[in-house]
């Protein structure tokens, strides 16, 4: 939750308790079956860190013939131990975990804080993807 609270930049007193449960139980199933692999990283017995990526399928194409892909999430450091090189050692094994998997399709959402980091590891910016916001009215069409 505090990764979540970071990244959409909410107070403490946000109400995630519906987000935490359902994140909860997706780490349980995902973590359990390999579809998502998670990096917490420690200083002693505090969590200072974090990453994750998830695994999925979608149907290949001639850029990518295997259909599999990556997305990483959750990249998270706290603030008295950045820029210590722990992000990018994070970042570094989700990749590599991807790539043992034969995965050659990344993708990730960066903040405007985390942008840098990605963008010297040599993530770039796509121009050709869209999403269809969760409030979209469908121009008064009911689906």
């Not at 199933?29 to 990453?51: C, F, M, N, P």
């Not at 399928?57 to 997305?71: D, E, I, M, R, W």
């Not at 796509?126 to 009215?137: A, K």
């Amino acid at each position: 939750m505090i990764v979540l609270r970071a990244a959409n930049q909410l107070s403490e007193d946000a109400e995630l308790s519906g987000v935490e449960r359902a994140s909860r139980e997706y780490y349980m199933q995902a973590v359990r079956t390999g579809e998502h692999i998670a990096y917490l990283v420690y200083d002693k017995e505090k969590v200072i860190g974090s990453g994750g990526v998830s695994f999925y399928q979608v149907l290949p194409t001639c850029h990518n013939p295997s259909g599999k892909k990556a997305y990483i999430m959750n990249m998270y450091t706290a603030p008295e131990y950045r820029r210590q090189g722990i992000a990018w050692h994070t970042l570094d094994l989700l990749v590599k975990a991807a790539r043992d998997r034969g995965i050659m399709h990344i993708g990730l959402e960066a903040t405007a804080m985390g942008r840098p980091l990605y963008e010297k590891y040599g993530f770039v910016s796509m121009e050709v993807e869209m999403e269809l916001p969760v409030n979209y009215d469908y121009g008064g069409l009911s689906l």
